[in-house]
Every structure is written in C-alpha cells, then in structure tokens.
C-alpha cells in the first residue's frame, strides 16, 4: 500500500464547475497535509495547508481533512482552464532529530474544458 | 525574492561522467531536500540535510552524494551517472521548527532536467 495514494486521472470538468481532488493516507500519525499545483514542466507550488480536521477555504480553494477516515481533499470552485495542472498532495510528520518527513502522492491530472 | 534557485536548469550527460547539482535557498531555512521526479513515481526523496552539519539518506540515495556546505547551501553529486538516473531533480527547503515540526510546507526551486545518455 502507498503511503499517500491519489487517483492520477485525468479528471475532466467543464469550465465553471466544481474539481473534486481526493487523497488517502496510511502514517495514523500525519499532522499536517499540503496541496501542491505543478504545471507541466514546472516546479510544485504550494496552495493549501490544513492541519486540522474539518474545511479551510482559501479564494475558490477549499481543503478538507478527515483524520478519523485518513482522507483530505481539495476543492476547486468555478474552474478555469487556468487550474489545469497536477495536483500533488502532501503528507507531513515530525520524526526525531526535528526532521519533517514529507511524502507525496503521484498526483491528480485536472484538465478543465473551456 | 529568489527563494530556492537551482544550476543548471538542463544538462545532458554521458554514462560514467560526473556533475554536482547546486542549490541555494535565501530564506533561512534549517532544511533541505533533493528529491527525483520521474513520471508515474511522483516526487522520491534521495538525500535530506534537517539542519547545517547533518545529511540522511532517503527513499533512493544509491548512485548520489551531498554536501550540505552551510545554511544557504545544498549540493547534489552523482559520481558516475547512469541512464537511470535520467529524470528531473527538485531541491526543496523548509523550516521545522517547535512546537509543530511538521507544519511548515516546502519550498521548491525550478529544477534540474537531467539526460543521461
């Protein structure tokens, strides 16, 4: 089982809808879960933070943690052909010696349709 | 703001030859990361330095070195470069700190597009 598991897609949606992103994790102990946008060719770029359970919105952004269920998600409200990109989720945890380990999904392809 | 600035951004190399990715990052960071991004593997940690002085091993360090020169600094040295190596290659940077260790996202430089023929 993958530590940090998304649906690769592509996920389609028209122009002006609602993208629904999803990620599991298996660490019971992830404290924190970030949202990264990578366009082709570029590097990932931070959009959300959530650190407890329950929705943080952000802009069109909405994120949403479910430690119980290990679930977070992402919505994107009124699409743009603009969000099309990769979506990479993240997974965060305090080990010893103060270093923050990180593992990252494979990431979720949106592509919305004009 | 520069933020995390990665050289080079393209480097075509032969089998056997030897470079050193350099990294810098101007935001006081105490952490620094070098992962892989190959497609359908997402983002794979090779090397981390938690602070100035201390480097450990990740999910794929055979085949690479690092030197963590000093706060700013983090390089990346592949000593014989193989074809499977060939991929593109992300530093990142953050700043763990007390309380919530876990609470401070990373911060990526543009990359590395690595070809080794």
């Known amino acids: 089982q993958k530590e940090v598991e998304q649906n690769s897609g592509p996920l389609s949606v028209p122009e002006g809808a609602i993208a629904s992103l999803n990620c599991t994790y298996s660490d019971r102990g992830s404290q924190s879960f970030f949202w990264y946008r990578q366009y082709s060719g570029k590097s990932p770029e931070l959009i959300m933070s959530?650190?407890?359970?329950g929705d943080k919105e952000d802009g069109r952004f909405t994120a949403q943690l479910n430690k119980a269920s290990q679930y977070v998600s992402l919505l994107i409200r009124d699409s743009q052909p603009s969000d099309s990109a990769t979506y990479l989720c993240a997974v965060s945890t305090h080990s010893s010696g103060g270093y923050q380990k990180v593992t990252f999904g494979t990431g979720t392809k949106l592509q919305v349709i004009p | 703001n520069a933020g995390v600035t990665q050289t080079p951004k393209f480097q075509v190399l032969k089998t056997g030859q030897s470079m050193t990715l350099q990294c810098a990052q101007d935001?006081?960071?105490?952490?620094m990361y070098w992962y892989r991004q190959d497609p359908g593997m997402g983002l794979r940690l090779i090397y981390y330095s938690a602070s100035e002085g201390t480097t450990d091993k990740g999910e794929v360090p055979n085949g690479y070195n690092v030197s963590r020169l000093n706060k700013r600094e983090f390089s990346l040295r592949l000593e014989s470069a193989a074809p499977s190596q060939t991929s593109v290659y992300f530093c990142?940077?953050?700043?763990?700190?007390?309380?919530?260790?876990?609470?401070?996202?990373?911060?990526f430089g543009d990359g590395t597009r690595l070809s080794i023929l």
């Open positions: 990142a940077s953050s700043h763990p700190r007390p309380p919530f260790y876990s609470n401070q996202p990373q911060h």
């Open positions: 959530i650190y407890s359970n």
């Open positions: 935001m006081n960071h105490n952490s």
